[in-house]
């Protein structure tokens, strides 16, 4: 399966990472903090981030994470809503 599942989103929404490998968690984690106003990646974070990834990745992680808040932020000035792709229960074919 590609993505997450349904249980998983809303697992994330509610807080709930207990299911999620230490590393997903340490992502959802940074992503939480970059998206706070002003973001705030401390150190004891990034030192969790490093015991999973090398500086390389979390330069990807963390710029995949910035275009994905700018878009978000960006989007509210317009009043851009959902493009509906997100329905509970649909489900993509596997890769």
């Known amino acids: 399966m590609y993505g997450l599942s349904d249980e ?3 697992a994330i929404r509610e807080g709930q990472l207990e299911a999620f490998a230490p590393a997903e968690v340490a992502l959802l984690r940074m992503a939480d903090a970059m998206a706070d106003t002003p973001s705030n990646v401390n150190d004891e974070l990034y030192a969790e981030l490093r015991r999973h990834f090398s500086e390389e990745q979390l330069i990807e992680l963390a710029a995949t994470a910035a275009l ?3 878009r978000a932020r960006y989007h509210r000035v317009f009043d851009v809503g ?6 509970k ?5 596997q890769r």
Do not use: Q, T, V
């Open 82 to 87: 959902s493009d509906g792709l997100y329905r």
């Open 68 to 70: 994905e808040n700018f």
């Open 89 to 93: 229960g649909l489900r993509f074919k």
């Open 8 to 10: 998983e989103i809303a």
